[in-house]
């Protein structure tokens, strides 16, 4: 029987090579690749005959700064350049994730934590917008077998590496295939969004 094969993209080396490590020690071939991968490369390179069981992949975060008197175009630019990469991937990954029968896909980002810092305006777009693709990508792959959910951990107090890696681990076991559209968040309190 092949091996289930999974899809890693994440700019943060301790997060990833802890990722990497669990989907492997959890039996999965893993495959990593960095922020400016190709991305029907990427996936073509990590799915066994066409098959892609898992992806994991995080977001970026625009530089701070204040709103009033951004420049609209650098503002966006920022965004865009930080969201786009997970839109390709994810993009490029879903025929595959859905021939596995049980795919997983699991963003990382930091959710509604941002809008509580100042000059986090474009950081707060970009997390938001990666919620409302997690929704919805749940929405429209959920027919097909395949779990869309997001690890939220806070910037300001991140959880460790290890952490992060077995919630992934956790949204993509057999144990989590009815956790769909999810925002699963990391931390030791403070204040609950949804």
């Known amino acids: 029987m092949a091996a289930r094969t999974a899809l890693v993209r994440c700019d943060d080396a301790a997060v990833a090579e802890a990722v990497v490590a669990r989907?492997?020690?959890d039996g999965l071939r893993v495959t990593a690749v960095g922020p400016a991968a190709d991305p029907d490369g990427a996936v073509a390179g990590a799915a066994g005959d066409g098959v892609l069981h898992a992806l994991v992949c995080a977001v970026g975060r625009p530089s701070p700064g204040?709103?009033?008197g951004a420049d609209p175009a650098r503002w966006y630019a920022g965004?865009?350049?930080c969201l786009t990469p997970a839109f390709r991937l994810a993009r490029a990954a879903a025929p595959a994730l859905r021939r596995s029968g049980a795919?997983?896909?699991v963003f990382l980002g930091s959710g509604w934590t941002t809008v509580d810092r100042?000059?986090?305006t474009a950081d707060a777009a970009v997390q938001g917008a990666l919620v409302a693709l997690t929704k919805t990508l749940a929405r429209d792959l959920g027919p097909d077998a395949v779990t869309?959910?997001?690890v939220v951990a806070d910037p300001a107090a991140p959880p460790s590496p290890a952490v992060v890696a077995a919630a992934v681990s956790y949204l993509c076991g057999d144990a989590a295939g009815s956790v769909v559209g999810q925002l699963l968040t990391l931390g030791r309190g403070g204040p609950l969004r949804p």
Request: glycine share 6%; no cysteine.
């Open 66 to 68: 204040p709103f009033p």
């Open 79 to 81: 965004v865009t350049a």
């Open 148 to 150: 869309v959910n997001e």
């Open 103 to 105: 795919g997983r896909l």
């Open 23 to 25: 989907l492997t020690a």
């Open 118 to 120: 100042p000059q986090a």
